[in-house]
């Protein structure tokens, strides 16, 4: 690098590539430290960085416990890509997609919903609207809920089913299941898929109404709707403990290709919770394939909870293993 910066400084004329080609080689070389000054007599200079120095400085930070300096890079990668799209004259879908996604990936829902209302000038379409909805499940804001939903309405996208199950489950995060129900029962019958009638069912189980959530699950199958995992698993959530064990023996009986170890976890749990250690134990002793630490957890839990000491008979009967994390179960 030596060499190279020799030349670098009797450049006359050093543009965006020369300066990134430096700052890059730095990097390369494990120098961070010219490398970041290198970055700051570029800018000193009034040569605008682009997305390939951006980059280089943003490896550079990952090398470094600098987190205010990585913050201010951030910052700046926002903007720039801001800028950039800004400066595009035809806005098509797929960056408005990748900007939401990356907003998402990154945890900024908050900023992904401005991005959306900025995008409101140019013709929205389904794939953005599937992009964004995480976004405002993410925020559970009702207020903002009503106004996804105002403009779904005027726009004409709200009888989709698809737009639905996104609208359902921002309102049912929002703790509004009125509103979710309602959009449910303005979509057809026929045209109800598995994946909207599990949004609603869900947000009924997270609510704590589990009857209500039973009772829809019934009137799925009876429409003709085919469970899956997912709903399943939403069903066990809703913490109904007789009613949970009948669903879960109508899925070893006809869905037994759907069981995963996330339902029996829940089964455990809810029997658990319920006192009912020796019928969860059973079940653990039942299943084909080795159980989880997150089931043995759930019994473990519920034996603290409820002052059970059967833990220690099933640690002597080797089928409880005593490992560090049983450990931190029984001890916390």
Avoid at 213 to 227: C, W
Avoid at 256 to 263: A, V, W
């Amino acid at each position: 690098m030596d060499e190279a910066r020799l030349v670098f400084e009797k450049m006359i004329d050093r543009d965006v590539v020369t300066w990134t080609t430096m700052i890059h080689g730095f990097i390369s070389d494990g120098d961070i430290k010219n490398a970041l000054w290198f970055s700051q007599r570029m800018h000193l200079e009034g040569v605008k960085s682009n997305a390939v120095t951006l980059a280089s400085l943003l490896s550079a930070c990952a090398s470094l416990p600098h987190l205010r300096l990585g913050k201010c890079l951030h910052g700046w990668a926002i903007r720039l890509g801001y800028q950039v799209f800004a400066k595009t004259s035809k806005k098509r879908t797929v960056p408005w997609n990748a900007i939401l996604s990356g907003c998402l990936h990154n945890e900024l829902a908050r900023e992904a919903i401005e991005l959306f209302k900025f995008m409101l000038s140019e013709a929205v379409k389904d794939a953005t609207l599937k992009s964004v909805f995480p976004a405002f499940a993410i925020e559970a804001n009702f207020r903002q809920a009503l106004s996804i939903h105002s403009y779904l309405v005027r726009s004409g996208f709200v009888t989709r089913t698809e737009v639905a199950t996104g609208l359902v489950d921002i309102y049912s995060k929002c703790g509004n299941l009125d509103n979710g129900h309602k959009i449910f029962n303005g979509i057809p019958k026929k045209e109800r898929d598995i994946i909207l009638w599990s949004t609603l069912i869900a947000g009924y189980g997270i609510h704590g109404h589990g009857e209500t959530s039973l009772s829809l699950f019934n009137e799925m199958v009876q429409s003709g709707v085919k469970p899956n995992e997912v709903t399943f698993t939403s069903v066990l959530h809703a913490g109904l403990a007789d009613d949970g064990l009948c669903l879960f023996n109508f899925m070893l009986r006809n869905h037994s290709d759907s069981l995963r170890t996330d339902h029996y976890t829940c089964m455990v749990d809810l029997l658990g919770r319920a006192g009912r250690l020796e019928e969860a134990y059973e079940l653990i002793k039942t299943m084909t394939f080795e159980p989880s630490h997150a089931i043995w957890g759930a019994l473990l839990g519920a034996c603290v909870i409820h002052e059970n000491a059967n833990w220690e008979n099933w640690l002597q009967g080797g089928y409880l293993s005593w490992s560090q994390r049983t450990q931190e179960i029984l001890y916390c």
